[in-house]
């Protein structure tokens, strides 16, 4: 066999292989969103759409059970949203700071404890929030539980800052530098030129940072049940509260196979599936728009 021949040959064999690993992806994605609805929609049917979805109320082993998922859902977005709100700002910053202003040894040496924090389990985020910020959150505001809402939202918000950096870091090295030097040639300063010619020439990077860190922020289980107190209540900031993802860990293990609890506990997990599903499909919208113009 010739050369180029065997290096041709190679070429399609791993050509192969990569389409593949990207058809099972593509079947892995299939099969939950098959199993989830399917298993998902008998409780749905039985519960009643409206019910299910904004009742106030779930007692999934009282005498008449309830299965209302509202306090779940509006915990979840507003979690969310205050990790969000804490953690992009700051992680936007960060990463601005270390792409263009930090020297390379700072950079380096930043990034390698950011690689640090993005590899600790979730279980020391919560573990460190249950024996450090709770009783901070009771001292400091004199209360007699300091597991809530509060506490959740700030573990999060720590715990997103990992792909937020390193996502926007990247985005921002991959602007070509003639860019700032046009910027810089037509008498703006470092700081215009950063924030305003760096930054939205690397927006699409930077959006993609923010959804990761809300998948990471939604997704989240163990965390964030150590540090609510996992009580099914409508959000407060200082009362105990149970995610849509810490309802399923904590009934799944003990839910018999094939009840209407354990169903809508699959209906719970569709929820959540669709849901981040919704916010991937609306970054997809905008990024796409902006190419097109």
């Known amino acids: 066999m010739k050369k180029r021949d065997k290096k041709q040959l190679i070429e399609h064999i791993v050509h192969g292989i990569f389409a593949v690993l990207g058809l099972v992806t593509v079947a892995s994605v299939l099969i939950i969103t098959i199993y989830l609805i399917v298993s998902g929609m008998p409780a749905l049917w039985e519960i009643g759409i409206t019910d299910f979805l904004f009742g106030e109320k779930w007692a999934s082993t009282a005498a008449e059970p309830e299965f209302g998922i509202l306090p779940f859902v509006l915990t979840s977005v507003y979690g969310t949203a205050g990790a969000v709100l804490i953690g992009v700002p700051v992680g936007f910053m960060a990463a601005v700071y270390l792409s263009k202003k930090a020297s390379k040894k700072v950079k380096n040496v930043i990034l390698i404890i950011i690689d640090m924090l993005a590899g600790i389990p979730s279980v020391v985020y919560g573990l460190v929030g249950m024996l450090v910020l709770v009783p901070a959150i009771r001292i400091l505001f004199n209360i007699p539980d300091g597991s809530g809402l509060l506490a959740a939202i700030i573990v999060l918000s720590v715990m997103i800052l990992p792909s937020v950096i390193k996502v926007s870091v990247t985005a921002l090295d991959a602007v070509p530098k003639e860019y700032e030097e046009a910027s810089l040639a037509l008498g703006a300063n470092a700081n215009e030129t950063y924030m305003r010619v ?96």
């Open 198 to 293: 760096s930054v939205p020439a690397a927006k699409s990077g930077i959006a993609a940072a923010v959804v990761l860190g809300v998948g990471r922020a939604i997704g989240e289980a163990m965390a964030v049940m150590m540090v609510t107190g996992n009580a099914p209540n409508m959000p407060s900031i200082f009362q105990s509260v149970r995610f849509l993802t810490t309802a399923i860990a904590s009934e799944m293990a003990y839910s018999s196979p094939g009840t209407l609890q354990q169903n809508a506990l699959f209906s719970i997990a569709l929820v959540l599936f669709l849901f981040i599903l919704m916010i991937n499909a609306v970054l997809n919208f905008f990024l796409k728009g902006d190419k097109d113009q």
